[in-house]
């Protein structure tokens, strides 16, 4: 079962500056102290009141958030989807031969353009 969209995931050149323009324009703010860092990409969540924004920095060269970056431009990366069972919907995915990346997301090219994750319940 679906129960909505968790999260929407935007990469941007700066998460201080994004959250910023977030905060003054819509009184959004931080959740938790800290966010994702990996060698690629640091991520951080903000709430815009009953919304949840991710907000995805590059970290070095020839990131996963650098390359859409630099393709795209700033701007909306992917939706996430909270589910009850994770492994259904991608069990799902398979049998109808839609494309998944990691067994967490679905590829854009299998969803209209749309870079899917899909999180369980405690995601």
Request: aromatic content about 8%; glycine content about 12%.
């Amino acid at each position: 079962m679906i129960h909505g969209y968790h999260h929407v995931g935007l990469a941007v050149n700066n998460i201080e500056e994004a959250a910023k323009y977030w905060q003054e324009v819509f009184g959004a703010e931080f959740i938790g102290p800290r966010g994702l860092e990996t060698p690629e990409f640091y991520s951080r969540m903000i709430k815009v009141g009953s919304s949840l924004i991710e907000l995805l920095e590059p970290r070095g060269k020839d990131g996963l958030i650098e390359k859409y970056i630099s393709a795209r431009g700033e701007g909306i990366h992917h939706i996430s989807f909270r589910v009850d069972d994770p492994e259904e919907v991608l069990k799902k995915c398979d049998e109808k031969g839609i494309r998944t990346l990691g067994r967490r997301f679905i590829h854009p090219k299998s969803s209209h353009g749309v870079l899917i994750e899909i999180i369980g319940p405690k995601g």
